[in-house]
């Protein structure tokens, strides 16, 4: 197994920053095979099927996974991932940004990914860098990750602190106060009041999790509603189509599970299930719906 490989010989930032720059391990990609992984990083793995078509291996802190449809078709790379948080000593996304700064490869903050974490990309080799937003430290890397050009591969407007004023106002105000306040600041401009709404919604979805921030006096609700709004504004700005809209919803609980699932099924295409487990597991809940109506 390659050495930057292992915890044993602790990786320097270097590993790091070459990783985010590049998005590969020592060569070894996401568009690499079992075989051209083997051949870059060495035997040292462990290795697991993780369902009938999926292949995952683990080289300590770096994890690999392919695809296939049916046995015997080669397999197809899915992504490869550096696994920090399994680190000795944890690493700081500040100091890896500003290595990354040093060296010309900035980081962009795009999104929040889930309940108190930052996310942080490159979208030339499309890697994704998550964080906890309490302690700075680096969770995984990840590419190919969700990185979007435009809008949502930009830095806000402002600083963090910044949007979170905004968005704690825009919370305590009514529908028709939120839209009088929207009139007045919105960009004239077509893309900078797209990135303008997509940094509010950035700064809204960091906060609703925990409904909002202790002391602000506005409960979930609150929130809710205006997060509500802000994936609209999105929408029409087309920051965000409605099916990525409509799993923002979701993910973030805005609304009753059923109206969630029913919003979903409109703007979300469904095809058919090839998996014939997944198949027959639906098809058991599906025998077992009339029982819990």
Partial sequence: MSDSVSRQVSPGMEFFTDFVVTGAVDGADATSTPAEVTGLLGGGFVESLTGPGQLLRCYDLVELAWQ????GEPWQGLY???QAHRLDAPLSVDGLSAALDRIGFPLVEVAPDGVGCRRLVRADSRVGVLADEA???????????????GPRGESAPWP???GRDRVRHLAGLGAP???AWARRRQPEESGEAARWWWSLWVACGQRIPAGGEPGAGLDRSAWQEAA????GKCETAGVLD???????IARYGLLAPDAAVRACLEAIPVSRVRDPELRAEVRAWLDLRPRLM
């Fill in 68 to 71: 296939r449809d049916t046995p």
């Fill in 80 to 82: 490869v991932t550096v």
């Fill in 135 to 149: 302690t700075g430290q680096v969770l995984q890397m990840t590419a190919p990750a969700w990185f979007a050009p």
């Fill in 160 to 162: 963090r602190n910044a």
């Fill in 177 to 179: 106060e939120r839209e």
């Fill in 228 to 231: 509500l709004w802000l994936l």
């Fill in 242 to 248: 409605r099916a990525e809209a409509v799993c923002e």
